[in-house]
């Protein structure tokens, strides 16, 4: 007679409860890596976006908060923005330190506002001045 071998029912608890408990550290480390690889992208977009308001006040004089039509001409939603997504990128008016409005003519500032998943890594702000933030609650300096 043959003996049948196979997997016990005790082993195969064992062997579900290691994979779960991989999976209980593996699933945030990768939720946090998709999160990072959306934040490289719209900071991509922001830069093109950039670039053309560059492109823009080379011709203009100033920058625009328009990206659609009558400004950089891209492809927008009702409410002027560039939609992704992860994020909704607008154009806005920069502000000072002491929070006053700053003319076109010297700055423009992209807000990439999260959305969804992406909520938990927080906004991306540049400026055309050099700032650069990454805004969960607290500014972070920018880095990809």
Do not use: W
């Amino acid at each position: 007679m043959q003996k049948l071998q196979g997997f016990t029912l005790m082993e195969l608890m064992v062997a579900v409860a290691i994979v779960g408990i991989l999976s209980a550290f593996a699933y945030p480390s990768y939720q946090q890596y998709v999160r990072e690889s959306n934040r490289t992208e719209a900071i991509k977009t922001v830069q093109v976006i950039l670039d053309g308001q560059e492109r823009y006040f080379l011709r203009n004089d100033t920058y625009t908060t328009t990206l659609g039509s009558g400004g950089l001409g891209l492809n927008v939603n009702g409410s002027d923005q560039v939609v992704t997504d992860d994020y909704n990128i607008s154009a806005r008016t920069c502000t000072d330190s002491g929070g006053t409005a700053m003319p076109l003519t010297l700055c423009v500032e992209l807000l990439a506002d999260a959305s969804g998943n992406q909520d938990e890594d927080g906004d991306i702000i540049i400026n055309s001045m050099g700032r650069a933030v990454r805004d969960d609650g607290s500014e972070h300096l920018l880095t990809e």
